[in-house]
């Protein structure tokens, strides 16, 4: 089985602090993702990538970025962050982009005060 | 830009019923669509996935049909128990982003025993 997981199941960060997040996948995924998940707004792409050392934005980079040094692992990074980056965030892989199912880890609540 | 409904937003039934989930997409461009299941505070799991050539896929007691010409595919569920409660999304990947999901914003499913 696919296994995705994530740094950190809670988080609570002050505004200002830099903050990781950090995502690793298993099964030698070429493609990982990030997402966050708010109440009334859904699944929202971040960012993307398909490759070490890729990265492309999705829908709302605003406010953050993404490190691809090694296949398996994708993190994201929050430079400043900020109240409304409270969020849960979800971490995704796949192995090709169309054709087979995505795999999602547990998920990091992350609360910024 | 794809768009993904569902509807109901929320759906409460008694144990034993059959169910039906319903999910649009405004492009039928797609590779795919999936289904997933989120319980309350955790990730995704991935529950069924049809390719564009597809009509329908099957995993117990679950059944996902797609209809790509006229943007619909519907989630069957048999026989639903109190387990079955958690939120279930869809989420296509379109011929125009192949590596992106588009995820609708889910359906709230509550199964009273």
């Known amino acids: 089985d696919v296994k995705v997981t994530q740094s950190s199941r809670y988080l609570v960060k002050r505004t200002g602090e830099k903050v990781f997040l950090e995502c690793v996948q298993d099964?030698?995924?070429?493609?990982m993702f990030w997402y966050r998940q708010d109440p009334g707004l859904g699944l929202r792409l971040i960012y993307f990538?398909?490759?070490?050392?890729?990265?492309e934005k999705g829908d709302i980079p605003e406010g953050y970025s993404v490190s691809r040094e090694k296949k398996e692992r994708f993190s994201l990074i929050l430079e400043s962050a900020s109240t409304n980056q409270t969020s849960m965030y979800l971490c995704a892989s796949s192995l090709s982009p169309s054709g087979i199912m995505w795999f999602f880890g547990p998920g990091t609540r992350l609360t910024v005060l | 830009k794809q768009e993904v409904t569902q509807i109901p937003a929320a759906l409460s039934v008694p144990e034993g019923e059959n169910l039906v989930l319903n999910c649009s997409f405004t492009?039928?461009?797609?590779?795919?669509l999936q289904w997933f299941r989120q319980d309350p505070g955790k990730g995704l799991t991935s529950l069924l996935l049809?390719?564009?050539?597809?009509r329908e896929q099957t995993s117990g007691r679950l059944n996902a049909s797609l209809d790509k010409s006229s943007g619909r595919s519907t989630l069957y569920i048999a026989a639903s128990q109190p387990g079955d409660s958690a939120t279930y999304l869809c989420a296509v990947i379109s011929s125009g982003s192949a590596r992106q999901l588009t995820f609708g914003s889910g359906t709230q499913l509550t199964v009273l025993p």
């Open positions: 492009d039928s461009a797609i590779y795919n």
């Open positions: 990538s398909y490759d070490v050392k890729m990265k």
């Open positions: 049809i390719q564009s050539s597809q």
């Open positions: 099964m030698d995924h070429e493609n």
